[in-house]
Nanobody
């Protein structure tokens, strides 16, 4: 079953967006959920990840302090709150699930959402 990513859009620099990743049938106590992004002509890069159960969260250096990942197990949903957005944050954002632990390698994630476009522009 695919994950379902949503919440992207067009926002001005300095603005905020909250992305949602619904993970039907994924036990968040036993899976890590990560947000990756891919800009045109660039490789997919990990932005944030939250480990299984009460495990730690990890962030891309450029996202640290601006983005926050959280989960609601009752809704099988992981959120990415993005504040102080910059034009370089423009990309398609994908969420993926992996067994237990976060990884920076997209190949470690077995399920993906369809992607949601984030555009930061004035």
């Amino acid at each position: 079953v695919q994950l379902q990513a949503s919440g992207g859009g067009l926002v001005q620099p300095g603005g905020s967006l909250r992305l949602s990743c619904v993970a039907p049938g994924v036990d968040l106590d036993h899976h890590a959920i990560a947000w990756f992004r891919q800009a045109p002509a660039k490789e997919r890069e990990g932005v944030a990840c939250i480990s299984n159960s009460d495990g730690p969260a990890y962030y891309l250096d450029s996202a640290q302090g601006r983005f926050a990942i959280s989960r609601d197990k009752t809704r099988s949903t992981v959120y990415l709150q993005m504040n102080s957005l910059k034009p370089e944050d423009t990309a398609v954002y994908y969420c993926g699930s992996a067994p237990y632990y976060c990884s920076s390698f997209p190949s470690n994630y077995g399920r993906w959402g369809q992607g949601t476009q984030v555009t930061v522009s004035s």
